[in-house]
């Protein structure tokens, strides 16, 4: 097996279709299906089954599940490591954030690298999906949370108070909130993967169990529009609340965790020109006043 057919059979096992797969190779259905079935007969054995669930490995796929991602390890490594030597600014760099975090300060920071470097192309992906740095899935990820993968080095770009935040409309027409009180009688907009993890679930210290939650998203560009829409009262990095002219609720009161903003890439690409120049105006877009 070579690393084209490795790349194949890969992708077929991980998208259990070969209309994914395809999708994913940026390869047609046919020709992926053609080239799994000259696999197959090289090998003179079956490495899948069709099966309700989709293509399914048989046994004499799991025995090659291992080599062909070990084949995959390496070829990223070595994708890698020669870029790391590219002294050149031109290329694409590929870049993945929040869709709040992209609108704020990667697409500003884009504007200027273009200035500077017309020859860099940024493809920026904005999900809340962590993508797999290691496999090329993104040179640059400005992310909330920290990694701890080895190869990746993270910096940190920001660490914001959060506050509860609500419309002078929400205020006007449903008062505010009394503490203690577990928000009863008051409508809640809220990120969801956040509310998730928590064990009480609570905004600015104050359990929620009392109120209406209107609005679940996973996005926080989408609670800070709600807020400011009136829809409910939020929890927000408290700079944006306040660049977004809504009024603070309890003041005094705070998440105790605060909102961290974090620049990774992996070490085999930090060094390379464009990803390099990519990173300063990503960090100065961070630092530059409001």
């Known amino acids: 097996m070579n690393w084209d057919d490795a790349r194949i059979f890969l992708a ?120 797999n740095l ?21 910096r940190q770009l920001a660490s914001w108070e959060m506050g509860l935040f609500a419309s002078q409309a929400y205020l006007d027409r449903m008062g505010q909130p009394g503490p203690g009180k577990a928000f009863s009688g008051h409508d809640l907009v809220v990120y969801q993967p956040y509310i998730d993890a928590m064990r009480v679930p609570a905004l600015a210290g104050e359990p929620l169990h009392g109120g209406r939650i209107v609005a679940r998203f996973d996005s926080n560009l989408s609670v800070r529009a ?18 977004d002219g809504l009024i603070r609720v309890w003041p005094s009161c705070r998440r105790e965790t605060p909102y961290e903003v974090w620049l990774v890439t992996h070490e085999d690409l930090r060094r390379t020109a464009r990803i390099r120049a990519t990173i300063d105006e990503i960090v100065q877009a961070f630092q530059a006043p409001p």
Request: hydrophobic content about 45%; cysteine-free; glycine content about 6%.
């Open 134 to 154: 290691a496999k090329r899935a993104a040179d640059i990820a400005v992310r909330t949370v920290r990694p701890r993968n080895p190869g990746l080095i993270a």
């Open 226 to 243: 709600a807020i400011k829409a009136g829809i409910g009262l939020g929890e927000i990095p408290a700079n944006m609340g306040e660049r």
């Open 12 to 131: 077929i096992h991980r998208e259990r279709t070969l209309r994914a797969a395809a999708r994913v190779l940026n390869l047609d259905q046919a020709t992926v299906g053609r080239r799994l079935a000259t696999l197959e007969q090289s090998l003179s054995a079956a490495l899948f089954v069709r099966s309700s669930q989709g293509y399914v490995l048989t046994p004499a796929g799991q025995l090659a599940l291992r080599p062909a991602e070990s084949m995959e390890r390496s070829a990223h490594d070595l994708t890698r490591q020669t870029q790391g030597l590219d002294k050149r600014l031109a290329g694409e760099v590929k870049v993945t954030t929040t869709d709040a975090l992209a609108l704020e300060f990667v697409i500003p920071a884009i504007e200027n690298l273009h200035a500077k470097h017309p020859d860099v192309s940024v493809h920026l992906s904005t999900s809340t999906q962590l993508l």
